[in-house]
């Protein structure tokens, strides 16, 4: 499902306009990003929690030549499904 899809699948299920759910959705997205970059977590009961993690500096190595090169440090996004989520997945 793309955004779109998700779009028309929001709208049809609340009665909203296509217009109003996607700038529903586009508050929801802009929102849980900033919380991330501000270092916060969210927490959607049911659904699961977005977090900031971080990657150590590491070695790895080129594919292509075998030349080992460092790879820098990096802060990532982690998403961790909540239990009804995955009970939903595993039913």
Do not use: C, H, Y
Not at 51 to 58: D, K, M
Not at 64 to 76: F, N
Request: charged share 20%; proline share 1%; glycine share 10%.
């Amino acid at each position: 499902m793309n955004k779109q899809e998700l779009i028309d699948a929001v709208a049809s299920a609340t009665g909203a306009s296509k217009a109003s759910a996607g700038e529903t959705l586009d508050a929801l997205v802009s929102t849980v990003m900033k919380a991330i970059v501000a270092g916060d977590s969210v927490q959607l009961i049911g659904f699961g929690s977005f977090s900031q993690g971080s990657r150590a500096a590491r070695t790895g190595r080129n594919p292509a030549t075998g030349q080992e090169i460092q790879i820098a440090a990096a802060k990532t996004v982690k998403f961790t499904a909540g239990k009804a989520f995955k009970d939903a997945v595993n039913a």
